[in-house]
Every structure is written in structure tokens, then in C-alpha cells.
């Protein structure tokens, strides 16, 4: 019984972290929103980490976030979905899944954070799924 009290409080601690690193982890997609509608798309880049940047280029990058702005326009709202934490010895990350309405469409954006330390993300993945891109 000592045991299971002890293993409880680890988790509630656990889940406590989670938590906050999940609010963390919103505000980073908000302030990725703030940089695409101002077309601030080396600000993104640099908030990404070794992840991203194995991926893809900063160019690549900054073409795929210049069509987002151009094809859709600015964000409207955007309203959190779902959510992911996968700890790997590779590093912990989140997923955040965000339906977001823009000036000229919706889309699904997927966004993936590494968490670096207590304090702070670094931006490990971004996807968006829209017909809406696709057509405009």
C-alpha cells in the first residue's frame, strides 16, 4: 500500500508537469499564428530545433508558411482538438492538434514541440490539412 500511495503522488506530479507544458505548448501556437499573419517566417524558423531543421529547410519552410498566409489568409480562431505526449529517450514531445479558421478557409494544423527543458519548446514539427489551401 506504501508503495501505491508513492507511485500515485509520482503521477499526479507527472501530469502536473504535463499539464503545464501543454499550456506552454499553446502559447507557442499562438505565437506561431501572431508570426504568420505578420509574415514573420524566419521568427518561426527560429524558434525550431534540430528536428525540424533535419526535415526541411529554411526556405522550404517559409514557402510552405508563405502559401498558408497567401492561400487562407489571416487566423481567425483556433481551438485545441487534441493532444500527444510521447517520452522517448530521444526526448519528450507534445502534439497538439488545432482546428483553425482563417480569413479565407479552415484547416487542421498539427504541431509538434520538443520539450527542451521546464522552460521551454522548440518547434520539432508543423503540418496543416486543408481543402480549402488546396482549392484557393
Do not use: P
Request: proline share 0%.
Amino acid at each position: 500500500m506504501r508503495y501505491l500511495v508513492a507511485i500515485a503522488a509520482l503521477a499526479m506530479l507527472c501530469g502536473c508537469g504535463v499539464k503545464e507544458s501543454f499550456s506552454q505548448a499553446a502559447a507557442e501556437v499562438d505565437q506561431f499564428h501572431r508570426a504568420l499573419d505578420a509574415e514573420q517566417y524566419a521568427a518561426i524558423w527560429k524558434t525550431t530545433g534540430s528536428d525540424m531543421r533535419a526535415a526541411t529547410t529554411q526556405d522550404q519552410l517559409t514557402k510552405v508558411l508563405a502559401a498558408v498566409h497567401r492561400k487562407l489568409g489571416g487566423v481567425k480562431d483556433s481551438k485545441q482538438v487534441g493532444w500527444n505526449t510521447n517520452a522517448t529517450t530521444g526526448g519528450t514531445f507534445l502534439t497538439l492538434a488545432m482546428e483553425t479558421t482563417f480569413e479565407k478557409g479552415a484547416g487542421t494544423e498539427q504541431f509538434v514541440y520538443r520539450k527542451i527543458d521546464e522552460k521551454n519548446l522548440q518547434l520539432a514539427g508543423y503540418n496543416i490539412q486543408s481543402q480549402d489551401m488546396i482549392i484557393n
